[in-house]
């Protein structure tokens, strides 16, 4: 971590407008992923992992032609940038590589997922694949980045609230009753209000709730135990965009008003149509972890390539 990210703070406390709220308020860590220089021993996107020099490096051969690609590091966090992750045991690394080739049947990158304890890789692998030269490959391709982890709050995106709250948030009158500034560029629509600068912070994320965009919300089990599943890790097309620039960080201000709000892809990666890749996890067995549509157990040391939801 080398520099310091701030996100302003929210327009109002809109749990105290909308008491439902505050029990559904979740923290979120968010990543700040900036170009820069990390190490192995780094949390970091798209930078080298702390990988065991004599572990097999992850191919993959899935849906696409030619030969198995080597999988590309798209994010590493250890526990101490991230204090969120506790709860996995023994494990304080976690490891996400995702393949950089285009997959035909789904549209979207193949990604594989590592719980590690740092402790135990005491011999790190030095060489570490890269990307083929290959223009196609670009998109999947992050630059090495930097993190400036920052907790936040969080509350669910409008569509995941039950339809008496939906109502509250899209009647002015109710904001008026309780004396909420909404911006006057909301009046006619006060959720957008909600979603833009008070919901869910944009960008790359470890926990929270999950963006929608693509799929109305979608109720997600655990296979093992039945239990409900929540985000693990967002993978973001962009930090921001033009809707909510409220969201961005004070030391980056001077970049909005430089380069405009559609500046907002420092990583450089993109998934889809700007869309974002989760990863979810079980809340009653943190070990495992669960992409869809395949879900399968991932334990602390052991992987499983899979395809994870684009939202």
């Known amino acids: 971590m080398h520099t310091t990210r701030t996100t302003p703070p929210r327009p109002l406390d809109v749990a105290a407008v909308f008491p439902e709220l505050g029990p559904l308020a979740r923290p979120a860590v968010r990543l700040h ?76 990158p193949s990604t594989e997922v590592f719980w590690r304890a740092s402790a135990d890789v005491t011999d790190v692998r030095t060489e570490q694949p890269g ?101 693990l890790l967002t993978v973001a097309s962009q930090e921001w965009d033009s809707e909510r620039t409220g969201w961005v960080p004070h030391e980056d201000r001077d970049l909005l008003t430089a380069r405009g709000p559609w500046w907002g892809n420092p990583v450089g990666a993109q998934i889809g149509d700007n869309d974002n890749l989760q990863i979810y996890v079980c809340p009653r067995f943190p070990g495992g972890t669960f992409p869809y549509p395949t879900a399968t157990l991932l334990y602390p040391g052991g992987s499983h390539s899979h395809t994870a939801l684009v939202q």
């Open 33 to 108: 992923p900036r170009p820069g220089s990390p190490t192995p021993h780094d949390s970091s996107v798209g930078g080298p992992l702390l990988w065991p020099a004599r572990q097999p490096w992850p191919l993959c051969d899935r849906w696409h032609e030619g030969p198995p690609a080597p999988m590309l590091p798209l994010v590493q966090l250890y526990a101490r940038d991230v204090p969120l992750m506790a709860g996995f045991g023994r494990a304080d690394l976690l490891q996400v590589l995702w393949c950089p080739r285009e997959h035909i049947n789904d549209y979207k």
């Open 131 to 231: 990307p083929e030269e290959d223009e196609d490959y670009d998109p999947y391709v992050p630059r090495p980045c930097v993190l400036s982890p920052e907790a936040v709050t969080e509350y669910p995106d409008h569509l995941d609230l039950d339809a008496g709250l939906q109502r509250r948030l899209e009647d002015p009158d109710a904001w008026r009753a309780a004396g909420a500034p909404v911006d006057a560029s909301y009046e006619d629509e006060p959720q957008r209000f909600y979603i833009n600068e008070l919901s869910r912070a944009p960008g790359w994320k470890f926990g929270g709730w999950p963006p929608w965009g693509r799929t109305d919300p979608v109720v997600r089990f655990c296979p093992h135990c039945g239990d409900t599943v929540v985000p």
